[in-house]
């Protein structure tokens, strides 16, 4: 039992479990006295690493005793923030000015900013001026401390601002609340030390830290024992896993050690950098019946002079010859990537380079991307910074290229009997459900809401573009 006649532990993470049932005693009361549960509002911009992260909020929320609305007109309401690119900012801004307005309506209501946005000084001091009905403000580094930053802030009537620079803390067994039942992202590492010359992750996520691989493994066997087959492990380079550790192992290592895990059926990890993506892990996917045959490796550019400005570290050859060497070992892998236009000095000839290795690397999909100035990156003060109707309509030819070759590439499973992971209900077809294959392509065939999360035979019957249209085989 949690004593809160007795000072909070100094522990983790029974100090959090402590501010929960004080939480829960506010939610209690509070909802005793208006006659109804409180209520509470997540909403997550960005990457898979943020929902991991909602999914961690969430689970505090619910334990508290708050009970989630899709509503924003919420009395709890959090924004999980993302600022690799600047359109992100300007979206929470403006999302900001519609919450004010419930606030206005609704005085207990309390507001949340957290994420890596918050990361930033300027937005901090932007906050602060312009948007003082916000209550409580923190970064992606005290994530784990969100139920003590919660209690302050139902106790408080101040605005609460608390940011790190920086941690090698990594706090576990804290709650979280999965959104699916049957799949759930599990982080391996947090950070990232490459320092690419337009991002900003390394700045708001700060320096790379591994799990350890037996916390990882415990996560994930507790995750199967409560239905989970599928997992995907997040991190913003794998290949990096583990270098830190005290006792040092690679990723492709903690890949056959997951594998063990029996009930676990499906594996998938993003993201990889093509610099260090080792032999050893070729072996371990071709090898295994659990990793998913799908690779996302970010290209970024396919010109060798703007991958150097841009530090990756490696060029367009060293690219193409990995991407063959895991087409050859895995014929059937789906091989997807990240890939950014109007890097400042990219010229006509440099985009033809990134055409190029699109059309020789031929992409299952490819998310395509503006570049976006980040301030305090190496390039936001490059010259030669490119005019918006340039990068537009390099854009454009791009976005086509890959949409073609996308569509080409999917029709070559056609026929196929395969394995798909059921995940919802159609939105659109009544008495139809959606999956997704180890591949990641996604089927939708007649079937019952009792399938989601089962793994279950299909035949592709025919390629629409992006998805598949499927007949359950063993019904
Ligand atoms: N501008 C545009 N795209 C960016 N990315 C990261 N930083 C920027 C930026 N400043 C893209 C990269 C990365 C993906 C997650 O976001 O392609 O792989
Ligand atoms: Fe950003 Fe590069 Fe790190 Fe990915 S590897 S998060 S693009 S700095």
New binding site residues.
């Given amino acids: 039992m949690i004593d809160l006649n007795r000072p909070a532990p100094t522990t983790e993470p029974e100090r959090q479990y402590y501010f929960i049932k004080k939480v829960q005693e506010y939610v209690k009361a509070q909802s005793e006295k208006l006659g109804r549960p409180l209520t509470a509002n997540i909403t997550t911009f960005g ?1 898979q690493m943020n929902a991991r992260d909602s999914e961690k909020l969430s689970g505090i929320l619910r334990e508290a005793g708050y009970v989630e609305t899709e509503s924003e007109d919420a009395d709890f309401v959090i924004y999980n923030t993302c600022t ?2 600047e359109n992100a900012n300007l979206r929470v801004y403006g999302r900001l000015g519609v919450l004010h307005g419930y606030k206005k309506k609704n005085p207990n209501m309390k507001i949340a900013l957290c994420g890596c946005m918050m990361q930033e000084a300027t937005v901090v001091e932007k906050l602060q001026k312009s948007y003082r009905f916000v209550d409580l403000i923190f970064g992606t580094h005290n994530i784990f401390k969100f139920a003590e930053l919660l209690a302050m802030t139902l106790e408080s009537d101040r605005m609460i601002i608390d940011i790190w620079k920086d941690t090698d803390q990594i706090v576990e067994d804290l709650p979280n609340e999965r959104k699916y039942a049957f799949k759930s992202g599990v982080n391996i590492m947090f950070g990232c030390n490459n320092f ?1 010359s ?4 390394p700045y708001v996520r700060g320096r790379e830290r591994s799990r350890e691989a037996k916390d990882i493994v415990r996560e994930i066997e507790a995750l199967v024992k409560d239905g989970v087959v599928e997992v995907m492990l997040l991190g913003q380079n794998v290949n990096s896993y583990g270098k830190n550790l005290e006792q040092p192992m690679t990723f492709a290592e903690l890949l056959r050690e997951i594998e063990q895990i029996d009930g676990l059926e499906r594996i998938r990890f993003m ?1 990889s950098h093509p610099k260090d993506l080792s032999d050893d892990l070729i072996e371990v996917m071709a090898n295994s019946k659990k990793i998913c045959p799908h690779l996302h490796l ?1 290209l ?1 550019s396919g010109s060798s002079r703007i991958l150097k400005a841009m530090n990756r570290r490696y060029d367009k050859e060293k690219y193409l010859a990995l991407a063959k060497k895991i087409r050859e070992r895995m014929p059937d892998i789906a091989l997807t990537t ?3 236009v109007g890097f400042p000095g990219e010229t006509e000839e440099d985009f033809q380079e990134t055409l190029d290795v699109v059309r020789q690397v031929r992409y299952d999909s490819a ?1 395509t ?6 301030t305090g ?1 190496p ?1 936001a003060v490059m010259e030669d910074q490119i005019p918006e109707d340039v990068v537009k309509d390099r854009f454009d030819r791009l976005l086509k290229e890959v949409q073609t070759i996308s569509k080409e590439m999917s029709e070559r499973f056609t026929g196929n009997e395969e394995t798909v992971l059921v995940e919802e209900k159609n939105s659109q077809m009544d008495g139809y459900v959606t999956g997704r294959l180890g591949n990641n392509h996604v089927v939708h065939f007649e079937g019952s809401e009792e399938l989601i999360g089962k793994l279950i035979r299909v035949r592709l019957d025919e390629c629409r573009g992006f998805y598949y249209m499927g007949t359950m085989l063993d019904k």
Avoid: E, G, H, L
């Fill in positions: 990457c690799v690119r690419c337009y991002c900003i992750v993201t970010p970024q990240d890939i950014i998310f991307f503006i570049y976006s100035k980040r990156t390039a």
